[in-house]
């Protein structure tokens, strides 16, 4: 099929609505990462050719004629240099599905205007996220991240990456354990054996964090990646267990970089970079998102607590 090329304002914002996977630099927030975009989108449709000004009937009736003169003329009250340009900031409605903190990037899925309801269905149905956490062995700071103050050091000679693969093993083995408590069964009972036979399941509280893979990507003393499948995990609780494996390594870390590289279906290597943030791409970012919703419609609704496969 031909493209077509489209110069007609009302006509591009009809089709301004769905999802948007946007890859949200670091040392910024979501908050600014959605005025930028929201002001891109306002900027890009005020450069089309917008609605002409309304019109009003003027009835003239001049001295020396009886008759009236019915004439339509710009109403100026809606003329753009009084009314400032016709798409505003307050007239897209925007709405991420995963709130990512400050120090965190990669993967953000935005809804935008009908496409709330979508990022909004998304964030209920709590698709597995997955990163890649850096931390920093020997210092520890105050709020775990590289930013905040060093509060403490420690030797790391002792650590290698055998050690760290272990201890990763057993945090994933832990949050397993954790899971069938939270389910209430034994992990010994039949009752348990049934329900992981229904695949890895998900806790019912979306306030607990839950980790159901956790591996050792790189170790470059003294700095360590490693990557996490989990849901219902926050920038704070990841920085968190940076420093609890530092602990338990017998020595400190802290977190130095978090990157959300998959949401769902959602992939890195289909993310809006920051210069990419413009109308043309987002509504191709839309098309893209709307054929991968359809071939994989349990993202936003699922039939089971069972997570799907990736």
Request: proline share 4%; hydrophobic share 35%.
């Amino acid at each position: 099929m031909a493209l077509k090329l489209v110069k007609d304002a009302p006509t591009v914002w009809n089709y301004l609505n769905g999802l948007v996977n946007i890859y949200k630099p670091a040392g910024i927030t979501v908050q600014q990462v959605q005025n930028t975009i929201i002001h891109n989108i306002c900027r890009d449709l005020n450069q089309l050719e917008v609605r002409p000004s309304l019109q009003r009937v003027v009835i003239n009736n001049a001295a020396h004629d009886s008759k009236l003169n019915v004439t339509k003329v710009e109403d100026l009250s809606d003329n753009v240099l009084v009314t400032g340009p016709r798409y505003q900031p307050d007239d897209i409605k925007c709405r991420f599905s995963a709130n990512h903190g400050r120090f965190s990037s990669g993967v953000t899925v935005l809804g935008i205007n009908n496409g709330t309801k979508l990022a909004f269905r998304l964030q209920q149905n709590r698709p597995l996220r997955v990163y890649r956490v850096t931390g920093f062995l020997g210092k520890a700071t105050e709020t775990h991240f590289a930013e905040s103050r060093v509060t403490a050091r420690a030797t790391i000679d002792h650590i290698g990456s055998e050690k760290i693969g272990r201890l990763l093993a057993s945090i994933q083995a832990s949050h397993q354990r954790k899971m069938f408590e939270i389910s209430g069964v034994d992990i010994q009972s039949q009752a348990a054996y049934e329900l992981a036979c229904r695949g890895t399941i998900r806790p019912a509280d979306n306030r607990v964090p839950m980790i159901y893979g956790i591996r050792l990507a790189e170790y470059r003393k003294p700095f360590f990646t490693i990557e996490i499948h989990a849901i219902n995990e926050t920038e704070p609780y990841l920085g968190e267990l940076i420093h609890e494996i530092g602990i338990n390594l017998k020595s400190c870390a802290h977190c130095t970089s978090v990157r959300c590289i998959r949401h769902g279906h959602f992939q890195l290597e289909h993310s809006l970079l920051k210069k990419d943030w413009n109308l043309q791409n987002i509504i191709s970012g839309m098309a893209h998102t709307n054929k991968l919703i359809n071939q994989h419609p349990d993202m936003l609704q699922q039939d089971s607590s069972s997570l799907q496969e990736m």
